[in-house]
């Protein structure tokens, strides 16, 4: 679980409030109640009906205003097609009007140069900020693949240099997204390669962006400017029920430790970056670069070479050893001179008294799944996606296969609904915050699971999925990897490509469908490093409909990877756990596996055999710590959250298994 803040608008707060509007259709559905009508504009709009937004032009006029204060041009700006823009502009439409939140339509039609244009020879203002302090600039630069539009603000004179709330800059945004383009751009109109947000405990700055992408080229002309490389990220992001975040101090260094590009790490540290400088937790770029499971061996002798301390000891009382032993990588452990541990001896002593059968063990794994969903939401606060949507999605499988399985997460996700309702604005205006796109692409997970009808929260989400597509087709985190569930872009691209192919908007049909080829041939084409890696491959794959013919290799491949306990591990030089074979099992079953098949009926095996007397799995903590500790209710102390991910996830693992019961 991670919750990382920008200044006093936490991601948690943003993300409750777009959960308000997503749960609230969830809720629905499972209740079998019909959502609210939607409001007659939007839904001509959203289904591009322009018959039908003709009759309410003509009967209401084009400016009327819905709930948040939101003109058609707005929504159709956002949602709707380029025949429904024009055809509120030509009836009259006020291209200036703003919503509550300040936004208006230019600044949300950033995806579509055409209407961008079109509202700029009507009069749109560029110098319209928001509520946020975001302009149709900085919002465009927030974004992937803008170059045009930017070009057009930049002509009409939008301000290069604006900064938002937070002191995010148009160059800090486009930096942080990994736009070189759009970057270049406003260098070359005199944009400050020294800005600083002073708001934001991660990117603070165009070089830490630059950095965090591994663009060599942005890297090499901001540092022509002669930024201060030892700039810091905000030390204290915010506060949780339990106590402040432990994010922030970050380095251009760290963010770079990441990206996998050993050059800009030798760039940062020629041009005088602190190579030993720690994080808000004592954390040094060295630890930043072994803590994952997509380790650069060049990154980390790079380091190394220019003298980083290995013997450096966290605020947490580890040093880079400890997390070299705890991924167990021989590429990394041959750079610190230390053995692996064999993964087979690696395993804690089965459980005796396990269940004899999948049923009971997916039944008596419930109680404390529930348990945690709601501890996680009254004594940490918030929804993770280790917790509620996994443990959800769990007990619908369970349900549809007959099993008495009480629906988990009611309690917080009814909490969540009284939340705030502002954060689709936010998202409408792709604004940047740690833990994003990760932990709401699970909520969307979930509702799809759910058959949870769209709503204007999963459209302004989707629009905001939309702005953080990479040209290459895949989705990328802000701040730290999180081992396994946040590390790499596997998850987040399958994931996305699950949100688009259920909640795209039917105005922009084509749109989508190409967005999703592109997501799954960037996904058919990466070689997978870890499980997840595998296992969310498959999904993606699917879920984008691509052939099984195209995809059978990697399953083979999966298969091939199984122990002789039965289980699968999370990479291969781990033991096998719940986490990773729940996941496999799974995605085998989504991809037409028997129950009845051999590999199937072991990996059950190997989960009814490990589960724990309480009806958990125990599973070992790989990630950086963020959240401050607090008990949710699920067992394992520190390993709790992952834990409740992997008894989510044998859970449903367990229920394919069903069919041979």
């Given at each position: 679980m991670t919750t990382t803040f920008v200044g006093r608008t936490t991601y948690m707060q943003l993300k409750r409030a777009l959960i308000a509007g997503l749960v609230f259709a969830t809720v629905l559905s499972v209740t079998a109640q019909g959502p609210p009508a939607p409001d007659p504009f939007y839904?001509?709009?959203?289904?591009?009906?322009?018959?039908?937004?003709?009759?309410?032009?003509?009967?209401?006029?084009?400016?009327?205003?819905?709930?948040?204060?939101?003109?058609?041009?707005?929504?159709?700006?956002?949602?709707?097609?380029?025949?429904?823009?024009?055809?509120?502009?030509?009836?009259?439409?006020?291209?200036?009007?703003?919503?509550?939140?300040?936004?208006?339509?230019?600044?949300?039609?950033?995806?579509?140069?055409?209407?961008?244009?079109?509202?700029?020879?009507?009069?749109?203002?560029?110098?319209?900020?928001?509520?946020?302090?975001?302009?149709?600039?900085?919002?465009?630069?927030?974004?992937?693949?803008?170059?045009?539009?930017?070009s057009m603000l930049l002509d009409k004179g939008a301000d290069v240099n604006v900064a938002d709330n937070l002191g995010v800059t148009p160059l800090i945004a486009a930096a942080t997204i990994g736009d070189t383009r759009v970057a270049r751009l406003l260098l070359s109109h005199d944009a400050d390669a020294n800005a600083r947000a002073e708001g934001m405990g991660s990117t603070a700055t165009p070089l830490m962006g630059?950095?965090?992408?591994?663009?060599?080229?942005?890297?090499?002309?901001?540092?022509?400017?002669?930024?201060?490389?030892?700039?810091?990220?905000?030390?204290?992001?915010?506060?949780?029920?339990?106590?402040?975040?432990?994010?922030?101090?970050?380095?251009?260094?760290?963010?770079?430790?990441?990206?996998?590009?050993?050059?800009?790490?030798?760039m940062l540290i020629d041009a005088g970056a602190h190579i030993d400088a720690g994080d808000i937790r004592g954390m040094t770029a060295l630890m930043w670069a072994v803590a994952t499971d997509r380790p650069e061996p060049r990154v980390i002798r790079t380091l190394l070479e220019k003298g980083a301390d290995s013997s450096i000891i966290s605020k947490a009382g580890e040093n880079v050893r400890d997390w070299v032993r705890k991924f167990n990588n021989p590429l990394v452990l041959r750079e610190f001179q230390l053995l692996p541990t064999h993964p087979e001896v690696a395993r804690t002593a089965l459980d005796s008294g396990a269940p004899a059968s999948a049923r009971k063990a997916v039944e008596r794994s419930m109680p404390l799944l529930r348990t945690g969903s709601r501890g996680t939401m009254t004594e940490g606060g918030c929804i993770a996606c280790h917790a509620q949507p996994l443990t959800t999605i769990a007990a619908e499988l369970a349900n549809r296969h007959g099993w008495r399985v009480e629906t988990s997460g009611a309690d917080a996700l009814l909490q969540a609904m009284q939340s705030q309702r502002g954060g689709v604005q936010t998202f409408l205006q792709g604004r940047e915050a740690g833990a994003l796109p990760d932990g709401v692409l699970y909520d969307l997970w979930m509702m799809a699971s759910l058959h949870a009808p769209s709503t204007p929260a999963t459209d302004g989400l989707v629009?905001?999925?939309?702005?953080?597509?990479?040209?290459?087709?895949?989705?990328?985190?802000?701040?730290?990897?999180?081992?396994?569930?946040?590390?790499?872009?596997?998850?987040?691209t399958a994931l996305a490509i699950r949100a688009l192919v259920e909640y795209g908007t039917p105005a922009r049909k084509a749109e989508f469908a190409a967005r999703v080829a592109r997501a799954a041939a960037w996904l058919e084409s990466q070689t997978p490093l870890s499980t997840e890696d595998r296992v969310m491959q498959l999904l993606g794959l699917k879920w984008a409909r691509v052939p099984s013919s195209a995809i059978e290799s990697r399953r083979r491949e999966l298969l091939a990877a199984q122990l002789s306990t039965g289980g699968w591990a999370q990479t291969p030089y781990l033991a096998g756990?719940?986490?990773?074979?729940?996941?496999?099992?799974?995605?085998?079953?989504?991809l037409g596996a028997r129950a009845s098949d051999s590999p199937i009926q072991r990996g059950a095996a190997f989960l009814v055999r490990t589960q724990g007397d309480d009806g958990t799995w125990d599973v070992k903590s790989r990630a950086m710590k963020i959240q401050p500790y607090f008990e949710s209710g699920f067992p394992h102390g520190h390993d709790q959250w992952i834990s409740q991910a992997g008894t989510a996830w044998a859970a449903m693992g367990l229920v394919v298994t069903a069919g041979a019961e």
């Amino acid at each position: 679980m991670t919750t990382t803040f920008v200044g006093r608008t936490t991601y948690m707060q943003l993300k409750r409030a777009l959960i308000a509007g997503l749960v609230f259709a969830t809720v629905l559905s499972v209740t079998a109640q019909g959502p609210p009508a939607p409001d007659p504009f939007y839904r001509a709009i959203r289904e591009d009906d322009l018959t039908a937004l003709r009759a309410l032009v003509a009967e209401r006029g084009p400016n009327v205003k819905d709930a948040v204060g939101q003109t058609p041009l707005i929504v159709a700006s956002a949602f709707g097609s380029r025949t429904a823009v024009a055809l509120l502009v030509d009836a009259g439409a006020d291209v200036r009007a703003a919503n509550n939140a300040g936004v208006t339509a230019l600044h949300v039609a950033s995806a579509d140069p055409a209407v961008v244009r079109q509202l700029l020879e009507r009069g749109a203002d560029v110098h319209a900020r928001t509520v946020l302090g975001r302009t149709p600039l900085l919002v465009a630069s927030s974004a992937q693949g803008t170059g045009d539009v930017v070009s057009m603000l930049l002509d009409k004179g939008a301000d290069v240099n604006v900064a938002d709330n937070l002191g995010v800059t148009p160059l800090i945004a486009a930096a942080t997204i990994g736009d070189t383009r759009v970057a270049r751009l406003l260098l070359s109109h005199d944009a400050d390669a020294n800005a600083r947000a002073e708001g934001m405990g991660s990117t603070a700055t165009p070089l830490m962006g630059a950095a965090r992408n591994g663009d060599v080229e942005l890297t090499r002309l901001l540092l022509a400017k002669k930024p201060d490389v030892n700039v810091v990220s905000r030390d204290e992001t915010g506060l949780v029920k339990n106590g402040p975040v432990a994010f922030g101090s970050v380095t251009a260094l760290h963010m770079a430790a990441l990206s996998g590009s050993s050059d800009v790490v030798k760039m940062l540290i020629d041009a005088g970056a602190h190579i030993d400088a720690g994080d808000i937790r004592g954390m040094t770029a060295l630890m930043w670069a072994v803590a994952t499971d997509r380790p650069e061996p060049r990154v980390i002798r790079t380091l190394l070479e220019k003298g980083a301390d290995s013997s450096i000891i966290s605020k947490a009382g580890e040093n880079v050893r400890d997390w070299v032993r705890k991924f167990n990588n021989p590429l990394v452990l041959r750079e610190f001179q230390l053995l692996p541990t064999h993964p087979e001896v690696a395993r804690t002593a089965l459980d005796s008294g396990a269940p004899a059968s999948a049923r009971k063990a997916v039944e008596r794994s419930m109680p404390l799944l529930r348990t945690g969903s709601r501890g996680t939401m009254t004594e940490g606060g918030c929804i993770a996606c280790h917790a509620q949507p996994l443990t959800t999605i769990a007990a619908e499988l369970a349900n549809r296969h007959g099993w008495r399985v009480e629906t988990s997460g009611a309690d917080a996700l009814l909490q969540a609904m009284q939340s705030q309702r502002g954060g689709v604005q936010t998202f409408l205006q792709g604004r940047e915050a740690g833990a994003l796109p990760d932990g709401v692409l699970y909520d969307l997970w979930m509702m799809a699971s759910l058959h949870a009808p769209s709503t204007p929260a999963t459209d302004g989400l989707v629009s905001y999925l939309v702005a953080k597509q990479h040209a290459e087709g895949n989705w990328k985190g802000q701040g730290a990897t999180r081992a396994p569930m946040q590390d790499g872009d596997f998850s987040r691209t399958a994931l996305a490509i699950r949100a688009l192919v259920e909640y795209g908007t039917p105005a922009r049909k084509a749109e989508f469908a190409a967005r999703v080829a592109r997501a799954a041939a960037w996904l058919e084409s990466q070689t997978p490093l870890s499980t997840e890696d595998r296992v969310m491959q498959l999904l993606g794959l699917k879920w984008a409909r691509v052939p099984s013919s195209a995809i059978e290799s990697r399953r083979r491949e999966l298969l091939a990877a199984q122990l002789s306990t039965g289980g699968w591990a999370q990479t291969p030089y781990l033991a096998g756990d719940a986490y990773a074979t729940g996941q496999v099992l799974y995605a085998l079953s989504e991809l037409g596996a028997r129950a009845s098949d051999s590999p199937i009926q072991r990996g059950a095996a190997f989960l009814v055999r490990t589960q724990g007397d309480d009806g958990t799995w125990d599973v070992k903590s790989r990630a950086m710590k963020i959240q401050p500790y607090f008990e949710s209710g699920f067992p394992h102390g520190h390993d709790q959250w992952i834990s409740q991910a992997g008894t989510a996830w044998a859970a449903m693992g367990l229920v394919v298994t069903a069919g041979a019961e």
